[in-house]
């Protein structure tokens, strides 16, 4: 009697175990798929590199990269001579897109009136500002190099 409950007992085990057992064979385009959203697309591996920065390690390269472009651009708006006949004293947001080919492009903002009526040329002096910046080697994500979006924020001080 107990080896024939024993018997059965194994019988059931193995009927209800068999799916366990049998391998199955993944998707491939599932499991990319699945890989692909674990990708946190708004973070890159390596953040833009100036060569002024390749000593730097560490979180200190994103922090060395975003100096670099305010000390560049902040000396070339101070070159330039600019009249006004009120203050100004205000914070723009300037939205840069750094290419997976290194180009530094400024895209598109509103400039704030106050800033548009007493200097009417102010895109185009950012702009220069920003052709003069020095060579970037771009963005790498998983070792590719990617497009990348910063917000760069400027303060406009002017007596």
Known sequence: MIKRFYYISVLI????SCDNLVL??????????????????NQVDEPPLFDACKHVSGEEIERCFHNTINEQIGNYLQDQTIKVKEP???????PLLITKNGDIIL???????????????????????IDNLPDV????TRST????????????SIN
Do not use: G, M
Request: aromatic share 10%; proline share 7%.
């Open 88 to 94: 100004i004293n205000d914070t723009i947001w300037v």
């Open 24 to 41: 199955k064979k993944e998707n491939q385009e599932q499991v990319l798929k699945d890989k692909w959203n674990e990708i946190d697309k």
């Open 137 to 140: 080697e771009p963005a790498h």
């Open 13 to 16: 085990f193995t009927l209800f």
């Open 107 to 129: 895209e598109d903002f509103l400039v704030p009136d106050i800033i548009t009526s007493q200097i009417p040329d102010f895109k185009n002096i950012l702009e220069e500002s």
């Open 145 to 156: 190099p990617v497009n990348t979006r910063y917000k760069l924020p400027l303060v406009i």
